[in-house]
């Protein structure tokens, strides 16, 4: 690595460079073309035996496993084998309940515009909360859109098209027509931009709903995750106009914001009164972050609003720390000991022999904010490290339970009743979780463990806030990325017993997932055993299928974080938005901070803090490479690793990558040679082997043969040394769609794959933003109706392809313009009313890559378009004249494509269309000459020019060539035809004025009656 001072040059360097060396494209993903739309595409229906016509096959268990087919789809395992839940990789368990939490999304957010239902049944699609929905668990739909999008759950168009319509319908809602105070519910859209919490299927008010801000900020961050998902298109300018319609301070008082306002005709602000102020730790990060974010101070908060939450001291949240130590009583239930630091002063460190952390109560507190942004290795100016403060929550939300269970609290050791003897026999390792849901004494409680100084510790009290043991089951699910393993057992545990039909938990896991909560002891002062709560609520899904795909993939952390409203929140509140790791992976001692290898080039730990390992009988060493490539600003240089294997296939090197987060980038880059020119390695990377407490988690390694994406085609050795090295490109989503999990990595590796082995040189290893530019759209067909253009194509396979450009040249070929603006997500496209006639079109596909890749062109399409001719009117329309008078017929023909398109033009006056015997003029424009037919319609007479001195006619009617005019303008070509009628032409009857046109192309007007003449 050459030394600089600029970072940013240096991954300049590689982006540009790497664009003009590698063409290489994305791996292709699922087709995800769904003709029965069950949620399954076609192409796995077929490949497992199942009808891609027939909706029903979704829902049927064909193994036994009390998994549907659609399930099975989510969670990656065979659907015609039973599937234990204790054989699934942790992967699939996790995938199949964020399918399930995609499905709840799906199913309860119905047309026109996609609200989503505040609860419903968690296994009966039927049964939900009517036209009562939740405009947080909307915000929480488009997430779940977005991953299912990417994974290929659901169709893109279909995706796209739910969030599109829903976006419309809120900007249209925050119109000031729907800012009223006083009207009715169904009228009442918003108030200073801000949608109501509570809303029915068109968005209004429902009856007494309040504002909430987080509500809305919640949906406001489920659209701007979405936005940069589908980034260029209507949805990203929807989304950033219903931010930017929000008035942001408007509840604001100078220090903190109210929770919400509602209307009261006694309330003093605005025709209602304001809510409770949001001057506590809980889910508002995220609503800060969206307040503070704005450019325009007039709809934005200060930055102070952040600092006013240390009320003075030097630390957030002063006062919300619950300090825990290692004693056997109530107050300490939830001590863990060795946990990671919320902040770093004295007094405030975790240890074996104390524990503080941000305690808030319910974990919903800890997990809505954490799922657009992404606080790993980031704190706030107060250095609050937020991440390590939920992973404190989550934590000592569980051991809360299994001692609660294991002190049998709160018990009566004598009685008789074994649930007054043990309270909590519901709570253990593996079942756990107290959180905002269904208790069994009311429809919604918040639930939380009791655990701060000033708490009442009495029995009943802390049976009151857990529901003696109530489980709240979608709780560890938000958690997934602050405890993995202890989610990955709970989830395992409960998805085991209730496949084996156990007493008690037969029917916790339904369509949507896990019902909200259990009991099955005696619930809080209840008479009865057991408590099982079927109605679900949206806002558990969200942190269910949010945490989930951050904690495999990152996928919404890399959306949102991407945002320039959440980034500037952030970095209001003093965060750090940027990289927070190191991306290149260098074995020099010379690079700029932070790719610099700490101890000096060639030596062990790298610049990602990692050792280098052998495995089977290859080698690892570094090797003195000198610079091969000393113009450049980058690339192999100095230090360099030596990876052999002797003789067995399997064997090689791997580096220690430290659980390096690789989410947030999209392609792996090195450097390599071979020594001899005929090696064959592969490439590998493998995902995390424990959590941060050294739980071990389930590893998966992903290799790729390296052959495949080597420019061209194999390791070779040509000649000098500085064509020895190659660069090589791969997209990272080739590891992640084979169940990689990005969002840690443990190594990478290279293995040679070839008998007799050989050696290869590693260098300069990076992770890079999305170089790879889509395929060419393929399939580019076009249909005609009339002055209209339809073309269409088929869709790109590539999961990360957003929509699509349309090209159109009129110069035949000579130049091509865009023609939209805004992408275009369906494989269709109409052009309406192009100018001219003949038109080339071509189509490119979009990535949301930033900056965004675009494809080589489809092929091009030749497109011919014609506009038929119309006859106008005739001037006059109706009269009589005398015979060998003259008479001025004014006519106009029109052609769409320009009035020098017209071939010729008619004037028939006869009692029919028959051309013997009459007045039959024509004009051709081509040729600007003026004709009469003979008396027998057998031939044109004269052929003279306008204005000349000519008259033509027949036995029956003449006409003055030298008083016919003729003019042009836009489309229309008139013509003032000066006719003399002879005696002959006399009758009794009126005669019909007929009209007639014809194109250059063929197309014609045919004879019109336009009106009627008499001669006498």
Known sequence: MKKTDNNFLILAFVVILSLAMFTQTDALAYDDIDADGDLMPDQWEAGNGFNPDDPADAEIDSDGDRLTTRDEFFCGTNPRLYTAANSMTEGQLLNLFAGKAFLYFWEQSRPYYYFTADKANYNNPADYSGNFNSIATTGFSMIAYVAADDRGWVNHSAAYERIRALLSRAVQLQRSTYDKVGSPPNQQGNRHGYLYHFVDDYGFRYPDSEISTIDHALFVAGALAAAEYYKGTEVEQLARQLYLNTDWNWLYNGTFLYQGWIE??????????????????????????????????????????????????????????????????????????????????????????????????????????????????????????????????????????????????????????QTLRQPYETYGPNSWGIMAGTPSYTGYAVLQPIVMSWDDFSPNNIALNNDSGTVLLSAPLGSTPFTPRQTIDFTRNMLTRFQANESGYDALVGRYGFMNSF????????????????????????????????????????????????????????????????????????????????????????????????????????????????TLPYGPQQWAQRISASDNIDSGGFIILKNHDLSRWDTLSFWIKGETGTEEYSVGLKDSVADPFGNPLEATEIKLPIAKYYPVGAITTRGVITSQWTGVRIPLRDFAEKGMRLTAADNISFTNTKPGGGAIYIDDIAFLGDEFKPSAPQGLLETISGNSITLSWDANSEADVVGYRIYRSDDQGATFIPLNTLLIVPTVYTDTNPPGRRHLYRVTAVDNAQPANESDPSDTISVFINNAPLVGAIIPSSGSSRAKKAVNFTATYTDADGWQDIQYVNLLINTSTSGSRCFYGYYNQNTNKLYIRNNANTAWLGGYAPGSNNVIGNSYAKLNCASTTISGSGNTLTVNWNVVFKPTFIGAKKKNMYLYVKDDYGAYNDWTLKGTWAVT
């Open 264 to 417: 009261d005709s006694a309330g003093a602000f605005e025709g209602g009164r304001t809510l409770d102020l949001w001057n506590r730790y809980s889910e508002l990060m995220i609503l800060l972050f969206l307040s503070m974010g704005n450019g325009d101070t007039s709809m934005a908060i200060p930055s102070s609003a952040w600092d006013a939450l240390t009320y003075g001291t030097s630390r957030m949240f002063p006062y919300e720390y619950a300090h825990l130590f290692p004693v056997e009583d109530p107050r300490n239930f939830a001590f863990v000991p060795n946990m990671p630091n919320t902040i770093q002063e004295s007094g405030y460190r975790n240890s074996a022999a104390e524990f503080h952390y941000i305690h808030a109560g319910s974990l919903h507190n800890h997990q809505y904010s954490h799922l657009f942004a992404d606080f790993r290795a980031r704190r706030d100016r107060w250095q609050t490290d937020f991440f390590a403060n939920s992973i404190s929550a989550s934590m000592a939300n569980r051991q809360y339970c299994i001692n609660l269970n294991s002190h049998a609290f709160g018990g009566d050791p004598s009685s008789p009743d």
């Open 519 to 630: 009991n099955l002891g005696r619930p809080y002062n209840a008479p009865q055993i057991g408590h099982f709560a079927a109605y679900i609520i949206g806002l558990d899904m969200g942190p269910a299928a949010g945490s989930i795909e951050n904690y495999t993939r990152g996928l919404i952390w890399k959306m949102a974080m991407r945002n320039q409203f959440i980034q500037a929140g952030m970095r209001n509140a003093g965060f750090n938005t940027g990289a927070v790791e190191p991306f290149i992976l260098n074995f020099d001692d010379n690079p700029p901070s932070p790719h610099e290898d700490p101890n000096g080039g060639g030596i062990d730990p790298n610049s990602f803090g990692g050792n280098s390992y052998q495995f089977g009988d290859g080698a690892i060493s570094y090797a003195w490479i000198d610079d091969p490539f000393p």
